[in-house]
């Protein structure tokens, strides 16, 4: 599978679905910058990949402007509702949060109030312009994308349970089927509410009282107080250098620092020097992996409520310390358990001609999220509290006003202080890796950045809300290599050569020259153009 990658000079869009990447180019071609596309994206993406997203979930917003010349974070996560501690559910009967139904629905939707802040901060194109698109595709409709119907399919269950999704998904009572035409006349009169009367009536009007009597007619703990509260966060991006590059991530809650740690650690071995296509190499990787997680697992919550030590995390000589752990020589895989973890995320990048740079996520947490949508206001609520502790000794335990928690990350790699590399995936624990797979093709072995998307992935751990601990690898005829890893005490399964699981990732690399190249994953609906 060797998809084009498209080049240009002028602008460049890569979204996990078509009709989002054309309606970035729409907007950008309007007069609208960078921000204004992102927004655009976001949206629409609300729309086109439900499963994945929508005005219910968070988003993490990663950007370079070019005009102030330096690169900020925007925290579009939501904080847990003033009712939710543990006793909420251990008075109920619960020995941890449900992960469907409105008591998995916790926490108050961000994305939303990211979309007006990013858009009054940078963008140029008025407020109505860039919800425009993503409400005429929920008004009329659009197909049913192949990722789309696959996620329908494993979800039948929970659409069929709910009127709110049947009457969406389903038509004389079977699923829509790839090409269908879905219409969400709901969420349009939402959108439309939120296009004309801008972010506060999603938190605190008409729209958001029907989320709230909804919640609290079926037993949820979202009140009023708690959307009213909401705000997202303008915050400053971490960072690590790796072989003369820097790469960005998001500050915690984020669990971008993971990544960093890993390539950290990788900076003590001559990468290049060990085969991609080799067991040495996937020995590395995972046992790297399982040194990041299990300080992330220690440490990663609300840094407002837990002082998350990323000095010490971060620093060269830490991750020293733990690459000689490792058991390298001769190889063998240690035992590491963590949590199972949503996988439910789309991620896009955009970059225009003033030479703006977004790389960005958005997510429900699960695919279909909580599987609640509230009342008739066609919001499909996130799960993503669902990840909370009900243990008072857990840094990530569940607490009033909280942030959980939170697998997206969207990254960059910079060069004096410009970026030359937007990427992310969707992918729960895989997202780390997946980064890993990518920036270690573009930076040890030469690869462009449809080529780093194109090769073999693996994801270890427990994923995509299923638990277990297997090392789950692309099968590119790599059953030798599965033989020897299971012999260094790896729990090895070979999975299609483009597995689903794998994610659907997305990057732009902008070259010295300005040439912008643009890729998406084969593995999704999504494409990458440029002009």
């Known amino acids: 599978m060797n998809p084009i990658m498209p080049t240009a000079f002028h602008a460049m869009i890569a979204a996990p679905h078509y009709l989002a990447s054309m309606v970035g180019g729409k907007i950008l071609q309007q007069g609208g910058n960078a921000f204004d596309a992102a927004v655009a994206i976001s949206a629409a993406l609300a729309v086109v990949y439900p499963h994945m997203t929508g005005l219910g979930g968070d988003a993490f917003m990663l950007m370079y402007h070019a005009g102030e010349k330096r690169i900020v974070g925007l925290n579009g996560t939501g904080r ?4 939710a501690t543990p006793d909420f559910y251990v008075n109920r009967g619960f020995t941890a949060i449900p992960q469907r139904g409105v008591e998995s629905a916790i926490t108050v939707p961000g994305m939303v109030d990211a979309w007006w802040e990013l858009s009054a901060r940078y963008g140029k194109l008025p407020w109505e312009a860039l919800l425009a698109p993503a409400i005429t595709y929920a008004e009329e409709g659009f197909p049913v994308s192949r990722n789309l119907y696959y996620w329908m399919c494993r979800n039948e269950e929970l659409i069929r349970a709910q009127d709110s999704l049947s009457r969406v998904y389903m038509s004389q009572g079977k699923l829509l ?14 959108l439309r509410a939120v296009q004309e009367q801008g972010r506060d009536v999603f938190y605190k009007g008409e729209v958001m009282q029907l989320i709230v009597d909804a919640i609290r007619k079926d037993g949820g703990c979202l009140e009023e107080e708690d959307f009213i509260r909401h705000h997202s966060d303008w915050v400053e991006p971490v960072s690590t250098t790796y072989r003369g590059q820097e790469i960005v991530q998001m500050p915690p809650n984020s669990q971008g620092f993971s990544a960093l740690m890993m390539m950290n650690m990788l900076e003590s071995v ?20 399982k040194k990041a997680f299990r300080d992330r697992d220690r440490f990663l919550t609300d840094p407002d409520f837990v002082s998350i030590p990323l000095d010490h995390l971060l620093s060269k000589e830490y991750a020293r310390k733990l690459y000689r752990e490792l058991r390298l020589d001769p190889p063998q895989g240690d035992p590491f358990l963590s949590r199972a973890i949503g996988q439910d995320t789309a991620y896009a990048a955009v970059v225009d001609e003033e030479g703006n740079a977004v790389s960005f996520i958005q997510s429900l947490y699960f695919d279909f999220g909580s599987a609640y949508v509230a009342g008739a206001s066609g919001v499909l609520m996130q799960n993503r509290g669902s990840f909370f502790s009900l243990d008072a000794k857990e840094v990530n335990v569940l607490e009033p006003g909280k942030r959980c928690f939170h697998t997206l990350m969207p990254a960059m790699i910079c060069r004096n202080g410009k970026p030359v590399l937007l990427f992310g995936t969707q992918g729960g624990e895989g997202q780390p890796q997946t980064q890993l797979s990518v920036m270690t093709g573009v930076l040890d072995y030469g690869c462009t950045i449809q080529e780093a998307l194109a090769l073999p992935r693996w994801v270890y751990g427990r994923t995509w809300g299923e638990d277990g601990d297997a090392l789950r690898i692309e099968n590119r005829g790599f059953e030798p290599i599965a033989a020897q890893l299971r012999q260094w005490g790896h729990k090895v399964e070979l999975v299609n050569p483009w597995d689903g699981m794998m994610g659907q990732a997305q990057g732009i690399s902008i070259g010295a020259d300005g040439l912008l190249s643009g890729a998406a994953d084969p593995r999704g609906d999504g494409i990458a153009f440029g002009w």
Request: proline share 5%.
């Open 177 to 190: 089927l790839p090409g269908d035409r879905l219409v969400q006349p709901e969420l349009a009169v939402t």
């Open 270 to 289: 001559d990468l290049g020097a060990v085969r991609r296509d080799s067991a040495e190499f996937y020995h590395l990787m995972t046992e790297v992996v």
């Open 80 to 83: 847990s509702g003033r009712r």
